[in-house]
């Protein structure tokens, strides 16, 4: 597998930061698509964890307190302009339920770390330098999944510099959280049990032949459309598209623009293609320009189809759930996708009867309905970065998310 996995960065998403899809690391080759094909579905993936669909925080304990953070400005200086228990509960103040599941699991979360000795504080939080991610979970203010009870599960740590930027990780400490809790007896606290992820039992599903096949099968297509190789790469593939894009629109090259709409690099401006192209060519760039998330979009969406596709695939043989109910989640998930397709074609404005239809289709890549699963997904390490497969979850949270809209 190509080592250059290990440059991504991906900033957005909070304090925690984005987790990664596949297809967001376009230094993969298509060879390395195939290869996370075959480990997915033979079982062979490192640290492979059930997927928490819950409100995130980041934790630490610093001079004897709980703190939280859920921005990078909470970060810095080890800490040091971390929220407290008050101070969290009156950022969340007048929110109902998500107000009550932060604020209960700070109370929880205080009573359970405070009875620990100071050298296991330390081991897993050296007084701020460390914060750890953890998913709430909290029966009246779920998200997608049904849990059917209330939990705070435990990620990795992340240790940061002064400037509040990421230096190590550690995926073990929050299993070695979880047991130092329950070793003391304070993993049952009045709103929340306190646990470290599942790990997700994901063994070698039984038709592994022909489904490795198909699924490489359906990347061969995408990297044909380009005349590509297994050894391609997923950025190469993205140029490919929007050289395309230049030649059916009459666009002469420009390496800087191709930059600007394939690699997002902004450093050649609008004003920079004005003054280089004709007014003509420009009119086209503008046109482009004006739907270029629409083209990013399209431009990956073959490759995030048959990434959900897999996601749906090994989800579908997986062996334990973090849910008290599976088979009541499905349901109740179905149930709430009915009625949000229902919603949006009937009151639904253009632009979000765009987004159902995109949305269903990349439902329908990943199985459809029949292939819905309790949970919404597993995360894995490839090198040392985290990344996620989430199959029907997906489209199914981005149609649900979509009837907020219509409040």
Known sequence: MSKLYKYLKLSEGGAFGHLANIFDNVYFTFGDLKDITKKTLSGDLEYVWIKTDGQNLMVSWIDGEIRFARNKSHLKNYGENSMTTSELASKFAGRGGLTDAFNNAAIDLGN???????????????????????????????????????????????????????????QEDGRILGGMIKQVKQDRQDTYQIKSLEKAQLPKIPDFDDQVKRINKE????????????????????????????????????Q?????????????????????????????????EDNIKDYQKDCLLPLEKVILDLGATALNNLQNF??????????????????????????????????????????????????????????????????????????????????????
């Open 112 to 170: 359970a770390i405070s009875n620990l000795t100071d050298k296991q504080r330390d081991k897993i939080f050296k007084n701020g330098k460390k914060f750890i991610s953890i998913e709430v979970m909290y029966t009246e203010s779920e998200n997608i999944v049904h849990y059917g009870v209330n939990e705070i599960r435990f990620h990795g740590t992340s240790e940061y510099d002064i400037d509040g930027n990421v230096i190590d990780t550690n």
């Open 219 to 254: 990347i061969n297509r995408i990297r044909s459309r380009f005349r590509l190789s297994d050894s391609n790469t997923i950025q190469e593939y993205k140029d490919k598209y929007f050289i395309e894009l230049m030649k059916d629109k009459g666009i002469p090259f420009k």
């Open 256 to 288: 800087e623009l191709l930059d600007r709409w394939s690699k997002y690099n902004k450093k050649y401006t609008l004003r920079d293609v004005k003054n280089d192209y004709s007014p003509e060519d420009y009119k086209k760039i503008k046109e482009i």
């Open 322 to 407: 973090m849910v008290i109910n599976p088979d009541e989640t499905i349901q109740r998930t179905r149930k709430r996708l009915e009625s949000a397709i229902e919603d949006i074609r009937s009151r639904g404005t253009p632009k979000m009867i765009k987004k159902l239809h995109l949305e269903l289709e990349r439902l329908e890549a990943a199985g459809g309905v029949e292939k819905i699963s309790p949970e919404e997904g597993i995360t894995f390490m490839l090198g040392d970065q985290l990344y996620k497969l989430t199959g029907t979850f997906a489209p199914i949270n981005q149609l649900i998310n979509l009837t907020w809209q219509l409040e």
